[in-house]
Nanobody
C-alpha cells in the first residue's frame, strides 16, 4: 500500500497550490479519502474529506470556501486545490485513506508534503 503526496512548496499569501495523492496497492474507489495537516507544535487536524464515489465532501471551517477536495477514481488520485492561502495554512499535509470493514477500520497514511505560505 502506498499513498504518495506531491505538489507542496513555498507560496506567497494569497497564492494557490494543488496537492495530489497517488494511491496504489488497494482498491482506491472503496475508500473514503481525506487530507490532514500538522503544523509545528500542533496536533494533526482534518482539512477535508471526500466519500468513496466523490458524492459528498466535508471541510474544516478554517478552509471552507478556499480549499476544494476532489478525486479521480480512474487515476487512483485525490486532489486538494488550495486557494487564497494564508500563513496559518503552513503545515505538512498528509493524505489518508480509510474504510470500515465489518468491525475493523482500515486506514493508510502518506508521508506528507510540506506547504509553506510566506512572503
Amino acid at each position: 500500500v502506498q499513498l504518495v503526496e506531491s505538489g507542496g512548496g513555498l507560496v506567497q499569501p494569497g497564492g494557490s497550490l494543488r496537492l495530489s495523492c497517488q494511491a496504489s496497492g488497494f482498491t482506491f474507489s472503496r475508500y473514503h479519502m481525506s487530507w490532514y495537516r500538522q503544523a509545528p507544535g500542533k496536533e494533526r487536524e482534518l482539512v477535508a474529506g471526500i466519500t468513496s464515489a466523490g458524492g459528498s465532501t466535508n471541510y474544516a471551517e478554517s478552509v471552507k470556501g478556499r480549499f476544494t477536495i476532489s478525486r479521480d477514481n480512474a487515476k487512483n488520485t485525490v486532489y486538494l486545490q488550495m486557494n487564497s492561502l494564508k500563513p496559518d495554512d503552513t503545515a505538512v499535509y498528509y493524505c489518508n485513506a480509510n474504510r470500515a470493514v465489518l468491525a475493523t477500520r482500515l486506514t493508510y497514511w502518506g508521508q506528507g508534503t510540506q506547504v509553506t505560505v510566506s512572503s
